[in-house]
């Protein structure tokens, strides 16, 4: 007797094959979404600095033996809800979607490195570095961020001003949006049913 989960996967597998025979190549380059991206910066640091504290704190007093929960952790986590519902209200949320390869491409050209860029990685080891790492992270935040929306001077003051981790935070969220590929296993247990390796 067949195991239901595998009847199922079997089942969703053959569904999966006909919706996808049923698909044009139009409609499945029509019905493509772009990647989107969001990244949370708390703009309080002082506040963000101190959930961390807090959350060390917490992390040793857990990683103690031998003491109850009942010793410091219960009204330790009452201030961290009270911290995050601040640090909430404290947050902007930046959305990233990525433009397509061509835009993004063009960018890449666009913001080519530096000799001394080039020279630096090879110094260091470093593999091939694409574009220049001081006018094209700003640039592909502006290209890329879609809520807020962001000018190239915005970014600029951003990269400027701002402190590095966020301002990397933002910039990996704006790559990794051009970059991350949108595949997924489409079953729970991790495998594709669509690969017909198996």
Known sequence: MADTKQVKQAQAKK??????KKRTMSSIIRDKKPNTKTVDIVLD???ANEIQLKEQEKAQMQSRRGRSLADGIAPLELELDALYELAVEAAVTFTFRDPGRKPFDDLVLQHPPTTEQKERVAELGGGILEFNIDTFPPALMALTASDPKMTLGQAETIFDEWGSGDAETLFAAALMVCKERTSIPLS???TDPTDNSS
């Open 45 to 47: 640091s002082d506040l």
């Open 15 to 20: 569904d999966q094959g006909t919706t996808a």
């Open 188 to 190: 729970q247990n991790g």
